[in-house]
């Protein structure tokens, strides 16, 4: 009996991971239907009601309205809402709880203009708080994290071509205090945040773009990057990275977005050194975006390429050694940022595409198991 219970157990695993991934797409399923600079969008649940809505940042290098959109709790993203009075030059959002009452607020990230904090009031209602961070810095992206360990959120912002900083918050949503990291001169693009060598301590991973060196910076405990290690071949023009244990062997591997070179992992050694990799995806298309996820239930992360002026692409991973290509769609547009999460509660990770002069799309995920 039970040999039989195992032997079905198998075949039923064997079937699940032989099934297609499919993603679905119609008119439908949109951002509204404005056709804006949107360079990135943030995702948690606004108002509060269990579903996910998103936040939209639009504008770039020049000022464009930033927008929320309100999920209906079946994916469906039925009201929307202007976020703020005023339109800015938005790079980038993300959103946490900054002032420790229970909701999610809004940090907004712009382009020769102060970067600013929104408080959400509970309902999903928005009230411009403190700006952060240089006041006509050049910032690409932020990233939220407890970096300094105590117990509130805070921000770090990535300045192509000035310094990058750590903004420190006093807990309730105020960040005077201010870090720089990596090289001044730096193109940085992105950055992640992990403890890539274990010692309980968060790590910056940077991103640089205009062919210049990646880097790992190791943190001493004491909010000091000064260990640099680099990856890649030194010449790169990463747009955006990722941080996983893609292959499973304790270590934390960096996955790479590059522009018009292929995609690479490198991954992580007892040794902290980045030399061996695998190439996930061979083209020289102009990636300017990656997100991860477990998208065919199957235990292991996947990949997803966000590509400017050619089709996005999902990766599908085999057991982190061999990578299967699907395309997401015919359509070439240019996507900054592409984000997965799971849209209409159904247990699996949907697609949402940030395009810049098109309209924003989300794919929902369509893979269905299939038992003997």
């Not at 229970?102 to 203009?113: H, K, Q, S």
């Not at 980045?274 to 298309?285: A, L």
């Amino acid at each position: 009996m039970k040999n039989g219970v195992i032997i079905f157990f198998l075949s039923c695993l064997m079937s699940i991971q032989s099934q297609t991934l499919e993603f679905f797409n119609n008119g439908r399923l949109i951002l509204g239907t404005h056709k804006e600079r949107t360079a990135s969008m943030g995702i948690g649940d606004i108002d509060g009601d269990g579903d996910v809505d998103i936040l939209v940042a639009n504008g770039r290098h020049w000022p464009g309205q930033n927008r929320i959109f309100i999920n209906n709790g079946r994916g469906i993203f039925t009201v929307s809402r202007e976020l703020g009075n005023e339109q800015e030059t938005s790079y980038s959002t993300e959103l946490a709880d900054f002032d420790g009452d229970g909701d999610l607020d809004i940090a907004v990230g712009n382009d020769m203009a102060p970067n600013y904090i929104f408080i959400n009031d509970g309902n999903g209602n928005f009230t411009k708080g403190s700006s952060f961070g240089e006041k006509y810095g050049h910032t690409r992206n932020i990233v939220i994290a407890d970096i300094d360990k105590d117990g509130d959120k805070d921000i770090l912002i990535t300045n192509r071509g000035s310094a990058n900083e750590i903004c420190l918050n006093d807990g309730n949503g105020i960040f005077s205090k201010i870090i720089d990291f990596g090289n001044k001169k730096d193109s940085t693009i992105d950055v992640e945040i992990a403890d890539m060598n274990g010692d309980g301590h968060l790590d910056l991973i940077l991103a640089n773009r205009d062919d210049q060196p990646n880097y790992v910076y190791l943190n001493d405990g004491d909010l000091n990057f000064n260990k640099p290690i680099p990856y890649g071949t030194g010449s790169d023009i990463t747009r955006a990275i990722a941080i996983e244990d893609i292959d499973k062997d304790g270590y934390l591997d960096i996955i790479t977005a590059n522009i018009a070179e292929p995609n690479v992992i490198y991954f992580g050694s007892k040794e902290q050194t980045y030399e061996r990799k695998i190439v996930f995806d061979d083209t020289s298309d102009e990636s300017y975006s990656l997100s991860i996820g477990d998208l065919d239930l199957d235990g292991d992360t996947d990949i997803v390429i966000g590509n400017v002026g050619a089709p996005n692409n999902v990766f599908v991973n085999n057991n982190g050694k061999a990578w299967s290509k699907i395309k997401l769609s015919n359509k070439a547009f240019n996507t900054y940022d592409i984000l997965v999460h799971d849209l209409n509660n159904d247990g699996k990770l949907d697609i949402i595409e940030s395009n810049s002069d098109e309209l924003n799309l989300y794919y929902f995920n369509r893979f269905v198991p299939k038992f003997p």
